[in-house]
């Protein structure tokens, strides 16, 4: 069995749960963690050896991967990355969280998973909250589809869990947001950008009384570790009922398992809009959850045009006279028109890509798709104690001198990177190598020598002189 999962904190969180379900004390270990984040290698960690090899080809019973690692591997052409795909044949194949599929690349993905089950015995599951309308497209018009739950409707209804309030006109400003969330004990504010992000968290910082607890922030521009522990400090003030208040982008909302009682969610997508209300009385402890969908008068939006695409069909199904974001009639035709607007079927990388398949151009196809879209670049920063930062500074020091280590010494340096890891847009990275806040490693990673705050990492309040022309996006 193999489980893909679009990002690596759910992806570890979900792992998680699967070896405390099926791993066994004293026997080896059935579940086998494989992404860019997952330590192969640590030191006196039971079944350390098993991982390393069992990742060569996915040799284990239980697989959980990103969708990243699934598809790169799928869609490639080197014999490395394609050792593992062997493991597909005759497996379920379980996609969650499908909605954060991206859809210039949905014509691919879903031709490729219908080869697999026509050819390969493979069973797909495709598993979410917003279950996009795929058999629209081409690849799986007259696929034989079975719904797990065949009337899902009635579902919806009865264990709804939110009420839904919209405040889109007059649009508020995200000052006002902040001030309206600084009241609730507990409370989760999303917003779509990291400018907007620490804009909201500076303005809570400074509104929130003490006695209401931690202000805390999520988003890219932090190392993966500090998010983690923040994610981990998140969950264990929520379990003891303490108060707190998280500011996030959009990356706290697809099956992050946390449950607040008031979210706030800045003007998205439909499918954003349900997964960051799904964040609100999660595990149905009270009568319902609070969900205010706002437009900031002063708030961002990522430049892609597959989000204005999707922006545009949400404004035509849901809203205050029209639906709520949990309905499925509505969600039936948001998908379609989404889709439509885009033109995903005639142009876009996903058509180019059909086309470099039809012409066994697999060196091209391989060059061509491209899960994550290259508009950011990973920076090494200096988070955790005083013998985590020399870890980090000596990783890379090593990684400088790369022209003589073996690859494989290269990709496992890498790894130990990766807690270190933050994201900031390729336009910026460049800026900050001239202006000496950051230095080339290895590839496209850099050593960040600016400033990191402690709550939001890289802030673009920070940076505001050098940046100050940037909108910063998860």
Not at 262 to 271: E, G, N, T
Not at 288 to 308: K, L, N, S, T, W
Not at 335 to 359: D, K, M, V, W
Request: hydrophobic letters at 45%; glycine letters at 6%; a negative charge.
């Amino acid at each position: 069995m193999v489980v893909a999962v679009p990002f690596i904190s759910i992806t570890e969180q979900n792992a998680q749960v699967y070896q405390r379900l099926l791993d066994q004390p004293g026997e080896d270990p059935v579940v086998l963690e494989h992404h860019s984040g997952a330590d192969l290698d640590e030191r006196g960690l039971r079944g350390s050896w098993w991982r390393r090899l069992a990742a060569e080809n996915w040799d284990a019973p239980f697989v959980v991967t990103t969708t990243l690692q699934l598809f790169q591997s799928l869609f490639d052409h080197r014999p490395a990355a394609m050792r593992k795909l062997h493991r597909l044949a005759r497996s379920v194949l379980v996609l969650d969280e499908v909605q954060a599929l991206p859809d210039r690349l949905l014509l691919p993905i879903l031709s490729a998973l219908r080869m697999l089950t026509e050819c390969f015995g493979t069973t797909v599951l495709l598993a979410s909250a917003t279950q996009p309308a795929y058999w629209q497209l081409t690849p799986f018009q007259g696929l034989p589809v079975t719904d797990v739950i065949a009337d899902p409707k009635p579902l919806y209804r009865r264990f709804r869990r939110v009420r839904y309030e919209w405040q889109l006109a007059p649009r508020p400003t995200l000052g006002r947001v902040a001030r309206q969330a600084a009241q609730e004990p507990q409370v989760l504010v999303v917003v779509n950008t990291t400018t907007d992000s620490a804009a909201v968290h500076r303005h809570l910082e400074a509104l929130r009384d003490s006695s209401l607890g931690s202000c805390l922030h999520l988003s890219t521009r932090m190392a993966a570790r500090h998010r983690r522990d923040v994610l981990g400090e998140v969950r264990g003030r929520l379990d003891r009922g303490d108060p707190v208040a998280v500011v996030s982008t959009q990356l706290i909302e697809a099956g992050v398992d946390v449950d607040f009682p008031v979210v706030f969610r800045a003007w998205a997508p439909a499918d954003s809009l349900q997964q960051a209300a799904g964040r609100a009385n999660r595990s149905a402890r009270l009568a319902e959850g609070r969900v205010v969908i706002f437009r900031p008068e002063d708030g961002g939006q990522p430049p892609d045009a597959a989000y204005r695409a999707a922006l545009a069909a949400t404004g035509t199904c849901f809203g205050p006279e029209l639906a709520d974001p949990d309905d499925p009639d509505a969600l039936e035709k948001y998908y379609p028109e989404r889709f439509a607007r885009q033109n995903l079927e005639a142009a876009g990388a996903g058509a180019t890509i059909q086309r470099l398949r039809s012409h066994l151009d697999f060196p091209e196809v391989a060059s061509a798709f491209q899960m994550i879209d290259e508009h950011t670049v990973p920076v090494a920063v200096e988070y955790g104690d005083d013998d985590a930062v020399a870890e980090m500074r000596a990783v890379a020091d090593r990684l400088r001198s790369s022209d003589s280590l073996q690859a494989g010494a290269a990709r496992l340096l890498l790894r130990r990177l990766q807690p270190y890891l933050a994201a900031l847009p390729r336009s910026l990275a460049r800026k900050a190598v001239t202006a000496g806040w950051a230095q080339p490693v290895i590839g496209d990673v850099l050593q960040w020598h600016g400033p990191y705050d402690r709550s939001r990492g890289i802030d673009p309040g920070d940076l505001a002189d050098l940046f100050s022309a940037e909108v910063f996006v998860w």
